[in-house]
């Protein structure tokens, strides 16, 4: 079964243009912290890469429940909220993520087959998803 709302499954898709997220990770003096980012999804899972060096990285070590913000760059008020939390971190599957990746978002880093050495995969299993539509 789909944790993805009914309606909103044109914004996970890899094939839709303009669509990213919006990451909230908490720090460990638990502050929030908002960072855009790329991302691939399927029914269950939302997949991102960072840098090992970057705040992402650091917060989600110390707290790895997360919330995402999945909207349209020329429609943000169509929108699906995730909660969730980061199960795994890796850089196994890095060339099919890269390949993927770059198709959705054009203009990107040339995929590559490794993952460069400062970069992992991040897996977001998805608890809980609520669309909102105000348009």
Not at 18 to 36: D, K, R
Not at 50 to 75: G, M
């Amino acid at each position: 079964m789909s944790a993805i709302p009914s309606g909103y499954e044109d914004l996970f898709s890899d094939d839709s243009q303009n669509t990213f997220a919006v990451i909230a990770t908490i720090t460990p003096n638990e502050i929030p912290v908002t960072t855009p980012i790329w991302f691939l999804a399927n029914e269950q899972t939302i997949v991102f890469s960072a840098s090992l060096n970057s705040i992402k990285y650091h917060n989600i070590q110390h707290n790895p429940n997360v919330s995402l913000c999945i909207l349209k760059e020329d429609n943000h008020v169509r929108y699906v909220e995730i909660r969730g939390k980061v199960t795994n971190i890796t850089r196994e599957g890095w060339g099919d993520f890269s390949h993927r990746i770059k198709r959705k978002y054009p203009g990107g880093d040339e995929p590559s087959e490794t993952a460069p050495e400062n970069m992992t995969i991040f897996v977001v299993s998805i608890e809980k998803a609520f669309g909102f539509d105000y348009s």
